[in-house]
């Protein structure tokens, strides 16, 4: 079992910045990818940012890119989205989410790849 706890989210203006945080339990962090997933209103899950179990490896949706970042630490068992240049449609619910297959090497993108999900932290951007 894996624990997820979702932290940060917040409403801020358009242009403006907010780290989300991830804190897990229950097994062995460094040895598991991470990922953070949204879902807007009306709309369906998307990948947002990956990471691989050694922090080597990051993904991101073209829409993000250039303006967030993941990253971990391991000491902490936590994973982070530095999420800057906000825009209204970055609005959405976001997910973190941990891929138990043992020290995968690449970023995977699909949700169903994951296996424990967090609750969910709301970003609301206003224009």
């Known amino acids: 079992q894996v624990q997820l706890v979702e932290s940060g989210g917040g409403l801020v203006q358009a242009g403006g910045s907010l780290r989300l945080s991830c804190a897990a339990s229950?097994?062995?962090?460094?040895?598991?990818?991470m990922g953070w997933f949204r879902q807007g209103p009306g709309k369906e899950r998307e990948f947002v940012a990956g990471i691989t179990w050694s922090g080597g490896r990051t993904d991101y949706a073209d829409s993000v890119k250039g303006r967030f970042t993941i990253s971990r630490d391991n000491a902490k068992n936590t994973v982070y989205l530095q999420m800057n240049s906000l825009k209204p449609e970055d609005t959405a619910v976001y997910y973190c989410?941990?891929?138990?297959?043992?020290?995968?090497?690449?970023?995977?993108?699909?949700?169903?790849?994951?296996?424990?999900w967090g609750q969910g932290t709301q970003v609301t951007v206003s224009s």
């Open positions: 989410a941990a891929d138990l297959v043992l020290r995968r090497t690449v970023v995977t993108r699909i949700h169903q790849a994951y296996d424990y």
């Open positions: 229950g097994r062995t962090f460094s040895n598991y990818g």
